[in-house]
């Protein structure tokens, strides 16, 4: 079956620095999603991303984010500067359509730790 | 804007027994999908049963079932037969649904009710 890709599985990081979270999403999939779920909290939207350009963000989306599918396959999440409220898991789905009436499909997810 | 609530922090099951899970939502929305998701300790992220609200039917998928009541705006999910497998976080999920090129697939999330299978 299909899978959606996360690397790497763990990172940590020193607060002010930029990391980058990479995701392979399934190859006929064209929205691409990045969640965030800090620990034993909900699931919270990020970003959505069709056609090569952002298509919905939320308000923790803010300027020190970004998204980018360079080359096709992946799709990455850039923090830039990030502080120690970044620490949580991010997960990448994936879907078909932006209709997703069967759901998405997501990655095994990146533990984001800022130290 | 809509709200996903989940009331029951953590629940737990005899192994074999049934369990019902709670969801409610509020919305202004007539056309939207609800969800329901397991997040087991290795959390990964796996679709357990959908909802079309259009549809009066209640979902089902083998041992899950779905007891949506669309003017109650209510969506539990019951859990029949429980395994030590369905050990679990479990996560009630909405999706507005837009016409044409402007959806864009937002799921928003309840808090997650955590579930514990007992031998």
């Known amino acids: 079956e299909p899978e959606v890709t996360q690397t790497p599985s763990h990172q940590v990081t020193q607060m002010g620095q930029e990391v980058i979270l990479r995701c392979v999403p399934i190859s006929n999939h064209l929205y691409f999603y990045w969640y965030r779920q800090i620990l034993g909290q909900k699931v919270e939207f990020l970003v959505s991303?069709?056609?090569?350009?952002?298509?919905?963000k939320s308000e923790i989306f803010d300027d020190q984010f970004s998204v980018e599918r360079p080359d096709g396959s992946n799709f990455t999440l850039k923090i830039r500067s990030t502080k120690l409220e970044d620490s949580a898991m991010y997960f990448c789905a994936s879907s078909r359509t932006g209709l997703s009436n069967y759901g998405y499909t997501f990655g095994s997810g990146t533990r984001l730790t800022v130290v | 804007a809509q709200t996903v609530t989940q009331s029951q922090p953590e629940m737990s099951v005899q192994e074999a027994e049934t369990v019902t899970l709670s969801c409610t939502y509020d919305t202004s929305e007539s056309n939207y999908y609800l969800f329901w998701y397991k997040q087991p300790p290795s959390r990964q992220m796996i679709l357990v049963i959908r909802?079309?609200?259009?549809?009066?039917q209640n979902a089902t998928e083998n041992r899950f079932s779905v007891n949506f009541q669309k003017a109650a705006k209510s969506f539990s999910l019951k859990i029949s037969d429980s395994q030590l497998g369905d050990t679990a976080m479990y996560f009630c999920a909405f999706m507005k649904l837009e016409h044409g090129s402007s959806n864009t697939g937002k799921l928003i999330f309840g808090q997650g009710t955590t579930l514990q299978v007992k031998p």
């Open positions: 909802q079309e609200a259009y549809k009066q």
């Open positions: 991303f069709y056609n090569n350009e952002i298509s919905e």
